[in-house]
């Protein structure tokens, strides 16, 4: 059982580009966590999705950031008209469940560099 | 709102010594916690797990760990480091409740350095 994949592994933007980054549930996940790594800090949480979903948003800043997970294919994060405070490792992260004490499974993430 | 906090960033130990890295969670209810390490360039691994039962957690690697509901601590142990545990290791709480559904809350992350 192939782990979360997310591709590409690292991205390179000038601003107001965009970056588009994917992730690949483990087979039989229908839950997708994002998480934002900016340099020095520990993760932070972003969005979470099932199919078709967006159940929490919460972490996500308002402009700019869109995430989707269709009933076909990857999760897909968004950033329009990227800005160098986005220079950041995100990180993808897929569960079978949704509890709290459910285990994700992360990805070995996205590095994204902007010029 | 829940938090969790590692005081220490870095800590080097020489190889074959004990380890214990601390994490202290702020949390209103019966917290789910966990620890993950990362490799440099990797993503998350998880090391164990706590969610209720028996306060001590065995995990992969070797490790281990306590909840201390008094002190509101998850610390993590290892009774003898291999250089191969060189990595970045975070605590995390996991969220219930309204709309958060497993959402992790990570701590800053703690820096081992291991001597030969």
């Known amino acids: 059982n192939a782990g979360v994949m997310q591709n590409p592994r690292h991205l390179v933007r000038r601003r107001g580009q965009e970056a588009r980054l994917r992730c690949s549930p483990m087979?039989?996940?229908?839950?997708v966590y994002w998480y934002r790594q900016l340099p020095e800090e520990g993760l932070k949480f972003m969005v979470y999705?099932?199919?078709?979903?967006?159940?929490?948003e919460s972490g996500m800043p308002k402009e700019r950031f869109s995430a989707e997970f269709p009933k076909e294919g990857p999760s897909i994060l968004r950033i329009q008209q990227v800005v160098r405070g986005d220079s950041a490792a995100y990180f993808c992260?897929?569960?079978?469940?949704?509890?709290?004490?459910?285990?994700?499974?992360f990805g070995p993430g996205t590095r994204l560099t902007v010029l | 709102a829940q938090s969790v906090t590692q005081p220490d960033i870095h800590i080097t130990v020489s190889e074959g010594a004990s380890l214990e890295l601390r994490c202290n969670y702020s949390?209103?209810?019966?917290?789910?916690l966990f620890w993950y390490v990362q490799s440099p360039g990797q993503g998350l691994q998880l090391l164990l797990k706590?969610?209720?039962?028996?306060?001590l957690v065995q995990g992969i690697k070797g490790f281990e760990a306590e909840f201390k509901r008094s002190q509101s601590s998850f610390n993590l142990r290892k009774p003898s480091v291999h250089w191969s545990d060189a990595a970045e290791y975070f605590c995390?709480?996991?969220?219930?409740?309204?709309?958060?559904?497993?959402?992790?809350?990570f701590g800053q992350g703690t820096i081992l350095t291991v001597h030969p």
């Open positions: 949390y209103g209810a019966t917290p789910y």
């Open positions: 992260a897929s569960s079978p469940l949704a509890g709290a004490g459910d285990t994700q499974y």
């Open positions: 995390a709480v996991g969220v219930s409740g309204g709309t958060s559904y497993g959402k992790l809350t």
């Open positions: 706590y969610f209720s039962g028996d306060t």
């Open positions: 999705l099932q199919k078709e979903n967006i159940i929490d």
């Open positions: 087979k039989g996940h229908s839950h």
